[in-house]
């Protein structure tokens, strides 16, 4: 059977599209046959997000160093310094273990609890879990926009949220720098869509990335063109998310657009870049 196997024509094109799926599905086998449902759900994904903040967050510390992407810097007067970088890393570091590692130790205890699916048979058509995904971005975007107001509420501003607009003109790393108070306020609209959809553990990763992804982006400061986020429709990017930290007030919602347009708290926004075009034409 091998001999004839071997004899057979073979189509390039075919066998690298398999291949790189075998190469998934042999990870995934390899990982399940050879890790505990403790370790990968707590440490496994512990990790994961590690890597993939570090791993999102690299082309906006990067484009700080290539003269041609300033062009795309929203805040053009604030240039970004080493000190503050740093600072910014300090109190990431000190939220892996105080937020990250206990949520991740909680998250075992989700899985066990509803017993969640770790093998790859069990594994949902990759649509489904896209459509998952984008529950989860929609019910995540409404939880944060309501709570994230609450948080500016002038009687408890100061002692939490207060942290996170440390920083009038962002960066991609700034995504995470906040309260731990507030990490597990907003982080619980992350897990009200995996309550109720959570069908395999690939949800929890993949709409992790997607929901770090979308974060990152909106705060890296930078609004460069074709970015296949924009292709959503309805959703803020960077320079919407960039004006509630200049201006500490309106835009609310951390990835649609819809909330603030209906409570009208984007109306400084138009306005702003309804000036800033007038003055742009001005200048001609
Ligand atoms: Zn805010
Ligand atoms: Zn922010």
Request: charged share 15%.
């Amino acid at each position: 059977m091998a001999d004839i196997l071997s004899a057979m024509p073979v189509d390039e094109n075919y066998t690298s599209s398999v291949s790189s799926v075998v190469g998934f599905e042999q990870a995934w086998r390899y990982m399940t046959d050879n890790y505990t449902r403790f370790q990968i759900a707590a440490f496994g994904s512990g990790f994961f997000h590690f890597l993939s903040y570090i791993l999102i967050s690299l082309p906006s510390v990067v484009f700080q160093f290539i003269p041609y992407m300033q062009r795309f810097k929203i805040q053009q007067d604030k240039p970004l310094t080493g000190a503050n970088q740093w600072e910014c890393i300090k109190l990431l570091l000190v939220n892996q273990f105080v937020i990250h590692i206990p949520f991740y130790l909680g998250a075992y205890y989700y899985c066990e609890l509803v017993n969640l699916p770790f093998t790859y048979d069990t594994m949902p058509k990759w649509y489904v879990t896209l459509a998952h995904c984008f529950a989860c971005l929609v019910i995540e975007d409404t939880w944060h926009y309501f709570n994230h107001r609450l948080l500016h509420h002038k009687s408890i501003y100061k002692y939490i949220h207060k942290l996170h607009h440390t920083w009038q003109s962002p960066f991609g790393m700034v995504a995470e720098y906040a309260h731990p108070i507030e990490t597990m306020v907003l982080g619980m609209g992350t897990m009200w869509g995996i309550l109720l959809f959570g069908d395999h553990l690939i949800l929890l990763w993949v709409w992790m990335w997607i929901r770090l992804i979308e974060t990152i982006d909106v705060h890296s400061g930078y609004d460069v063109p074709l970015n296949p986020m924009h292709l959503f429709p309805f959703y803020g990017g960077a320079k919407f998310h960039d004006f509630h930290h200049m201006n500490f007030n309106g835009n609310y919602a951390p990835t649609f657009t819809w909330w603030d347009k209906i409570f009208g708290t984007d109306i400084q926004f138009k306005e702003y870049y309804e000036m800033k075009e007038i003055e742009a034409k001005k200048q001609k």
